[in-house]
């Protein structure tokens, strides 16, 4: 009567029965993962893994239902591919009569180091019968004490990868103070590989580069850029070019988001000098003006400015009489002026500094004189540049070998060592800068001059890069227009175009003039780069 009693009770209780025995099979998965590249290449920890693993499964009856992983995956983020295709097959087994009891993993790191949101995963898995089990660290996430104790590791794991994390940042964050690059080098630099320090260098497409800058501080536009490095088999989107034209990383300075805001001087060689860099970011401030297309017919807009305001000349069409006109485009200022003026009044600033034919002989001997001057003089400071520079590591040498033999101390070393590799590098970058000589000064001696004898007709014949490429050879800064007297004024020329002007009035007025007064007044030219980019 009392057995049919409980038996009665029994159809109201709730819950379920534990059960002191399984009877059915457990399955599980085995998850292996290791935390860089060179772990997985040299397969440091996957085959130990998994070992373990194999035996937890042996030794608890558990039935392997599959293996993922195996591969290099970070554990800082759950964006994982091997990681999320084991997920996905344990929550689809719940569908088959194989249901997976248990994930299988070395240790809870190797799961994941994502703290709360490995905690959030591990709960979820929970609710659908499946259990994390790291074999090195078993626990009975079953209890309260069991799955708060898992927790908790979890938490310590990314804890551990915060505090790795920031070491790494701080390690990148002293390389790039010190001038060294992390990452790819940009485009038109490349890595020399097996060097003892880092060492980055010029690459073939460094000139490319180079040039791209040279068009765009020409006038030249993003679409014209784009289209001649292509020709040139560079392909570069009109965004990356942009990008490019932006990072100070091409006139030897170091910009990264690790340097929080700060720009580093790095310790590659600089493509470009800081005056082209400037030069072609100016052009992106609009300044209140809006530039206009190229336009063959507007040569000097933006290149020439209002001589008492500073604001660049743009340029319009009334197309009622089918004329061209320039003008200052801001509010207060009235400058408007015809082209056939602006053109016709730089034609005569031209022929300034137009030498006549018959003068072009003479001045080719009186140029070669002031070449080899300069040249002899570079021979010389070369010579003792070198004397230096042998001195410098000879001094290095035995230092390092002192310190070697341990007559000198480390900290002597240092301070010392510190000393001698700043001097070396002085001098020889100095070195370098002499030692970029043209290697056939008679070719540009003769082009230089042929070209000085046509200027009107060079840029009468170009178009408007040509115009633009020529203009700013000859004046660099370009050109200033007084409004109320119709002239220009020259902020700056070129060095050689106004050294042969005035060499060539010297010879107008005397025809005898001697070879060592040529010579006195080298000092007026630095050696000349001129790319024109036409013939004369």
């Known amino acids: 009567m009392k057995q049919n009693r409980e038996l009665l009770l029994k159809k109201f209780a709730k819950g379920k029965k534990e059960q002191s025995e399984v009877s059915e099979v457990l399955n599980c998965v085995i998850y292996t993962r290791v935390s860089s590249k060179e772990q997985m290449e040299t397969n440091q920890s996957l085959e130990w893994q998994k070992k373990y693993c194999d035996e937890y499964a042996i030794k608890n009856k558990l039935n392997i239902k599959g293996c993922f992983g195996g591969t290099y ?79 908790i590791q979890f938490i310590f794991s990314k804890y551990d990868n915060d505090l790795r994390r920031q070491k790494t940042i701080d390690g990148m964050r002293e390389k790039l103070l010190r001038g060294e690059w992390i990452g790819h080098t940009p485009r038109g630099y490349s890595f020399v590989k097996g060097a003892e320090k880092q060492t980055i260098i010029i690459d073939d497409k460094g000139e490319l580069i180079r040039q791209a800058f040279e068009w765009r501080a020409n006038g030249m536009t993003y679409d014209h850029i784009v289209e001649k490095l292509a020709s040139y088999g560079m392909k570069m989107p009109k965004q990356i070019l942009t990008d490019t034209f932006r990072n100070p990383f091409y006139m030897g300075y170091l910009s990264h988001n690790l340097l929080n805001g700060e720009v580093v001087k790095g310790k590659h060689p600089p ?49 009622k009489k089918g004329l061209y006109y320039y003008k200052v485009n801001k509010i207060g200022i009235k400058v408007n002026r015809s082209v056939k003026i602006m053109h016709e009044k730089f034609r005569e600033l031209l022929s300034h500094y137009t030498i006549n034919s018959t003068h072009i002989e003479p001045l080719k001997v009186q140029l070669q004189y002031t070449w080899d001057n300069l040249t002899e003089t570079n021979t010389s400071e070369k010579k003792g540049l070198s004397l230096q520079l042998n001195a410098v590591e000879e001094e290095f040498r035995t230092l390092r070998k002192r310190h ?50 046509n200027l009107v007709k060079v840029w009468d014949m170009g178009d408007f890069y040509q115009k633009q490429i020529f203009q700013n050879t000859l004046f660099p800064s370009g050109l200033g227009f007084n409004a109320k007297t119709n002239d220009y004024r020259t902020i700056e020329i070129n060095s050689v175009f106004g050294y042969i002007a005035h060499v060539a009035r010297d010879s107008h007025q005397s025809e005898k003039r001697t070879s060592q007064i040529f010579i006195e007044k080298s000092d007026l030219v630095a050696p000349p780069r001129i790319e024109l980019g036409f013939s004369v």
């Open 73 to 151: 995956e970070s554990a800082k983020s759950d964006e994982r591919k091997e990681f999320n295709r084991m997920l996905k097959f344990v929550r689809a087994s719940k569908q088959n009569k194989e249901k997976i009891n248990y994930i299988l993993v070395y240790s809870l790191d190797r799961f994941s180091r994502t703290g709360d949101s490995a905690i959030y995963i591990a709960g979820e898995l929970k609710k659908a019968g499946v259990n994390i089990m790291a074999v090195t660290q078993p626990i009975d996430t079953n209890s309260h004490a069991g799955a708060l104790q898992q927790n």
């Open 271 to 319: 493509l470009i000098s800081e005056e082209l860099f400037f030069r072609v970011n100016e052009l992106k401030k609009t300044e209140g003006f809006k530039c206009n297309p190229a336009n063959d017919n507007l040569p000097l807009k933006i290149f020439v400015k209002d001589d008492e305001t500073g604001v660049p000349f743009t340029g319009y069409l009334v197309r």
């Open 404 to 453: 070697a033999l341990g007559t000198v101390s480390l900290d002597v070393y240092n301070e010392f060592a510190t000393e001698m590799e700043t001097k070396r590098k002085a001098v020889s970058e100095k070195l370098f800068e002499l030692e970029q000589n043209l290697s056939n000064p008679k070719e540009l001696i003769n082009y230089t001059c042929k070209l000085a004898s």
